[in-house]
């Protein structure tokens, strides 16, 4: 037996290969699907069922493509309803993989289709379970995003509660948790850094299990949840439905353009223009009227939160042999419009004569010495909610980036604004989406708030005492 997490830190998320006396498995799959049919191939094995553990809202599946590529089953849990052939698994259906079975656990609460898949090895014995997005590391499927007609994010938040404590909670305390994601995803508000865990462990660590009651567990999980990004639901549908074959979304947005074919693709008022450089690279030279997006951090949840059409047309900007990652990273999300990249990058484009933007940028000791002049300041802090509320300069605005699309209408153009998150990864974001909207006098604050609290500016601090 063999049992192999494959997890893809952009997108915070757990894919599972399985493999048992030349059968395979594959469990909540991402959109290019060749690594799983490679793996399947090197262990002489054939690829049996294509296991989901439910609609998924941050990445888009590589169930259909894998199934065709491989003649496997998709099996969803009970009440699933797909636009493509399917199995629709019944609750304690058993499905035999090599010398080994996997039996499916309706577990609703997450989603109504959520099921947990319950692995028993070659002895018969359970060895561990595969929860999606039902029970994670440190937490719970967030109950909101899949409300059903009069049913309440707190009723499905019972009816999860419900799920753990009949289906799951019952299970051996040796048996191994495998979720569909880990810290950073958006599917939950309390994840751990690690990936698996025992479940007896679980009982002990995990809040919403420590619950001492179906109330306290409902208050407990809905509390402080912010609204999902606006592409979860876009992307459960194209889950529903069926996407694009990966191999034809690659060959339409892998064509390179020249600086001048770049520039004419670039006039039409539909198009975006996303860089996917690093920050720094970005700030000193860029196309004007483009957005940055690096692929150095959490890109494809990034561009899911705030391109809001997933039809965009996209023109690509990319380190020089990044441009087949970058479209790749952008369909897991169902970004499958690129049209095509810049040949040769920024630095084609600066040698064609081309124009260019910048932003500029202060540091911590240069802020800190215009705020003792007394000047007026409009300092954004982009970070989220939870980290603002934690800790913020009493100077500065609560404008997460999360939101931007929604606040920016209330950015005066004329005005002088500096930008800043945690590090400096979100504000470059912020800072190139505001200047492609217009408002040019925007600087980056280098360093973020890490070293913005090495500064003498006063700062609300929940944790220690006030800094003055």
Not at 171 to 189: E, F, Q, R, W
Not at 388 to 397: K, V
Not at 423 to 429: K, P
């Amino acid at each position: 037996m063999k049992i192999e997490q494959i997890y893809t830190v952009c997108l915070a998320e757990a894919a599972y290969y399985i493999e048992s006396d030349g059968e395979a498995a594959i469990i909540d799959p991402l959109r290019e699907v060749d690594s799983y049919l490679q793996r399947a191939e090197q262990d002489n094995a054939k690829i049996k069922f294509i296991f989901e553990t439910h609609f998924h809202a941050d990445f888009v599946s590589g169930h259909v493509d894998l199934s065709k590529k491989s003649g496997a089953a998709i099996v969803y849990g009970p009440t699933a309803k797909t636009n493509f052939e399917s199995h629709i698994a019944e609750d304690g259906e058993v499905f035999k993989v090599g010398k080994i079975s996997i039996t499916a656990l309706h577990t609703p609460g997450h989603t109504p289709e959520s099921t947990t898949y319950l692995l028993k090895d070659e002895q018969g014995k359970p060895y561990c379970i595969f929860t999606g997005d039902t029970l994670f590391i440190g937490d719970v499927g967030r109950p909101d995003l899949a409300q059903q007609e009069e049913l309440t994010m707190e009723d499905m938040a019972g009816t999860l509660y419900d799920s753990l404590h009949t289906k799951i909670l019952t299970l051996p305390d040796d048996v191994l948790i495998y979720p569909a994601h880990g810290a950073g995803s958006a599917c939950g508000k309390n994840m751990s850094k690690e990936t698996f865990d025992t479940l007896g462990n679980q009982k002990l660590n995990n809040y919403a299990l420590r619950a001492d009651s179906k109330s306290a567990f409902i208050k407990e999980v809905t509390d402080g949840i912010l609204p999902p990004p606006q592409y979860f639901a876009k992307n459960a549908a194209l889950n529903k439905l069926g996407s694009a074959a990966y191999d034809a979304v690659l060959k339409h947005g892998l064509k390179p353009l020249s600086p001048a074919g770049f520039e004419a693709a670039a006039q039409y008022d539909l198009t975006l223009i996303l860089d996917t450089r690093n920050p720094e690279d970005f700030a000193k030279a860029f196309i004007p009227g483009s957005i940055n997006i690096g692929l150095n951090g959490q890109f494809a949840p990034w561009v899911g939160a705030l391109i809001t059409d997933l039809n965009q047309e996209i023109l690509l900007v990319c380190e020089v042999g990044k441009e087949q990652e970058t479209i790749t990273r952008l369909t897991r999300v169902g970004y499958d419009n690129a049209i095509g990249y810049l040949e040769g990058g920024m630095q084609g484009w600066i040698a064609a004569g081309k124009q260019v933007d910048a932003i500029s940028s202060v540091t911590a000791a240069e802020l800190e010495e215009l705020a003792a002049s007394g000047e007026s300041l409009h300092v954004l802090d982009v970070r989220k909610p939870s980290e603002y509320d934690a800790e913020h300069l009493e100077i500065s605005m609560e404008r997460p980036l999360d939101f931007i699309n929604e606040w920016i209408d209330e950015i005066n153009p004329k005005e002088h604004y500096f930008v800043h998150c945690a590090a400096g990864y979100r504000s470059m974001i912020a800072a190139s989406i505001l200047k492609s909207k217009g408002i040019t006098n925007v600087v980056d604050i280098a360093g973020g708030y890490a070293a913005l609290t090495t500064t003498s500016l006063k700062r609300t601090d929940l944790a220690s005492p006030v800094k003055q």
